[in-house]
């Protein structure tokens, strides 16, 4: 068939209109990299208004308000998330039973990952699909000052925990664990003390949303709660709209593992295990070839170590 050149335009301006209306289709692997998937993990000791044990352990009065107070502040942070164009949220409840949110409370955009013994703890659900992390509700390391509630893992087994002989508190281990998977984590929401310990530890370029600033242990001053959901909604979309600008915490592997326990029957048990030595009476140190199946053993040998 021979085309004239009033044709070719024709043929152009009707492809011209139809491009126009239909939706670009691009390439699978492109439509892959438009999703935004996002991981949250949310503890409540670092929660807005809570300054307390009482508000963190179930069977307390007042923890029926304290977890309501958690679902406010992941649902700020998944609001956040979908502002700044998330295709996708995953929220994993990091906290004691990991039972806390009541799913009814949670933004219903957001699928809630809930109940304990989890392998990946308080990252259960991460793995290499997602392209962010975010911290809600987060806490300083055992032996932080004027930390709200400060403690690594278990308030009443672990001193200290120390990876490559760097210690590290839970956002330095939990936020290894998404490293590993290459996710890099973005936000985080606390006290002032876990905000500067996350700059500290990830880097200056961490977004952080403080919601209250520890007096001590077991006080603190409280942004107004409508103002702290405010930050963490706004901070979250700001750190998503910038996400080439972080990298994921990465440990250097084999690596090794340092757990400090509080007493020396903890440090007893631990020498159970195969590849477990002891570094002094309540210390014991292991190695592991990946990250992730060292964790593991550092949260079994804790999960496992009897009371005080
Ligand atoms: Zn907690």
Redesign the pocket.
Known sequence: MKITIVGLSVLAAVFGLLSAVLPARLPAEQREAQKLKVFISV???GICGVVAVEQ?TPGNPEYVAAKKWMADDANAAIDGAFRAGASEVVVND???SQRNIDPGDLNPKAVLISGAPKPQSMMQGIDETYDAVLFVGY?AGAGTQDAVLDHTISGSVVQSIKVNGVELPELGLNAAIAGAYGVPVVFISGDVAVCKQAKAILGSEVVTAPVKDGIGRYAARLVPFAEARRGIRDRVSDALRKLGQFKPYKIATPCKFELQYYISAQADMAMYFPGVQRVNARTVAFTSDTYVKGFKMLRGLIALAPAR
Do not use: K, N
């Open positions: 503890d409540m000791e963190t990091s906290h004691g806490h």
